[in-house]
């Protein structure tokens, strides 16, 4: 795990370098201080999918490449078997997989997340990134968070949302909760 960790601090610091954007300028398309996105590009820290999708964005690539150090390559169709999508975020709280990180110029990012249950004091991780995200919740329930409101969702709702706005989620009941995400 601290390997893949390393390995895409390295590509992203690369890809900045090779690409003359500035430390500050990284951060700032982030949004996030210079000091944190110092910590992400050393490997010191994990980093989150809304920053690695910032990046790619901002370095005009595929997230894929960010993750694999590899371009996709699907042009008509990208199958991802159960359990075989690429591990996005490997820190306790979520586990994100990427569902179609083989096709290439991808509308929308989608991913299989799952939200491991946590204590009830437990703070919640807010993030935010560019763009718009769907949400549709297949197992468990959820406390979701957006800027400030707390939303309940059970398994077969949905969310749409303008995905700029702080977000998080907490699974209930003691139980993981997994759900669809489509960012776009």
Do not use: W
């Amino acid at each position: 795990m601290e390997d893949q960790i390393r390995q895409i601090a390295e590509r992203v610091k690369g890809l900045r370098d090779d690409l003359g954007v500035s430390i500050a300028g990284a951060a700032e398309t982030c949004g996030i201080a210079p000091e944190k996105y110092l910590e992400f590009e050393s490997g010191k820290a994990d980093i989150p999918v809304s920053i690695l999708h910032n990046l790619a964005r901002k370095f005009g690539v595929e997230l894929t490449t960010l993750l694999t150090g590899e371009d996709p390559h699907m042009r008509e169709y990208s199958l991802t078997r159960k359990g075989k999508g690429i591990s996005v975020e490997r820190i306790k709280a979520y586990k994100y997989q990427s569902l179609a990180y083989s096709f290439i110029n991808r509308k929308a990012e989608p991913f299989l997340v799952t939200v491991e249950p946590k204590p009830d004091d437990a703070v919640v991780s807010f993030n935010s990134h560019p763009g718009q995200e769907f949400n549709y919740i297949l197992e468990g329930r959820m406390l979701f968070f957006l800027n400030g409101k707390e939303m309940v969702l059970e398994e077969g709702d949905s969310i749409y949302f303008n995905s700029g706005l702080p977000h998080g989620m907490k699974a209930l009941g003691g139980e993981a909760s997994k759900f669809l995400a489509f960012i776009f």
